[in-house]
């Protein structure tokens, strides 16, 4: 694949034949930080979503997709509301709890480098 348009399959969902199994995933161009990712119904042979994120240092290039943390912050939210209702389960609140850690060690990744005067710089 020497394409930049090329995709790969994202498997990571796949719970062997749960309905999820349905979605296809895809990285869209051989970019190893995969800046664009298609979220595909193949029972409709349509794109639900396009996901871009964040492609270069944002004090560069300005804001042009989103972020780990807003993804983040959207399955947080999502699975507080299942939480608050007739969804809730023990592995939601598994799954809320890994969630909100790994959002947490993004802003404390984000605050050592705003300490260090690198955030947003595209510098380690």
Do not use: W
Request: with cysteine; net charge negative.
């Amino acid at each position: 694949m020497t394409d930049e348009n090329a995709s790969r399959e994202i498997t990571l969902h796949h719970v062997g034949d749960s309905r999820v199994d349905r979605l296809r995933i895809f990285a869209m161009g051989e970019d190893p930080k995969q800046h664009f990712y298609a979220i595909v119904n193949p029972e409709a042979d349509e794109t639900l979503e396009l996901i871009g994120f964040q492609s270069g240092p944002v004090c560069e290039v300005g804001v042009n997709g989103i972020t780990n943390e807003a993804l983040l912050a959207i399955v947080i939210d999502r699975l507080e509301g299942f939480q608050r209702g007739p969804m809730a389960c023990f592995e939601n609140r598994e799954v809320l709890f890994h969630a909100r850690r790994a959002l947490t060690a993004l802003h404390d990744r984000t605050r050592r480098r705003l300490a260090a005067g690198v955030e947003g710089r595209g510098k380690p």
